[in-house]
């Protein structure tokens, strides 16, 4: 059974940082491109990090481009998003998803997170 579960949300103060960890488990983690996701309430959920399988590509949303940093460590089969210098409109619930050899153009995904909190307070 596949399993992907997101940690290390919280509530913190603009320009405070965070780090969010996906780990799985049930899947062959290096034939995977993952996603997060996030969707703050009220609003439709959107793309906001991508790396692809073998790692060698990785889009961001421009509004976190230079402050938040996605990464994957194939030893822990963990995916992580660095989060720096956040503010309030970064406060979503986020999401980890998983594509089969996936593409970063393409948001469609085999496997879903169940989502972990961030709130960034002024």
């Known amino acids: 059974q596949v399993q992907v579960v997101e940690s290390g949300g919280g509530s913190v103060q603009a320009g405070g940082s965070l780090r969010l960890s996906c780990t799985t488990s049930?899947?062959?983690?290096?034939?995977?491109?993952f996603h997060w996701f996030r969707q703050a309430p009220g609003k439709e959920r959107g793309g906001v990090a991508c790396?692809?399988?073998?790692?060698?590509?990785?889009r961001s949303l421009d509004s976190v481009k230079g402050r938040f940093t996605i990464s994957r460590d194939y030893a822990k089969n963990t995916l992580y998003l660095q989060m720096n210098s956040l503010k309030p409109e970064d406060t979503a619930m986020y999401y980890c998803a998983a594509r089969l050899y996936g593409d970063c153009s393409d948001s469609a995904a085999d496997f879903w997170g169940q989502g972990t909190q961030v709130t960034v307070s002024s």
């Open positions: 049930g899947l062959t983690f290096s034939d995977y491109t």
């Open positions: 790396i692809r399988w073998n790692g060698d590509v990785t």
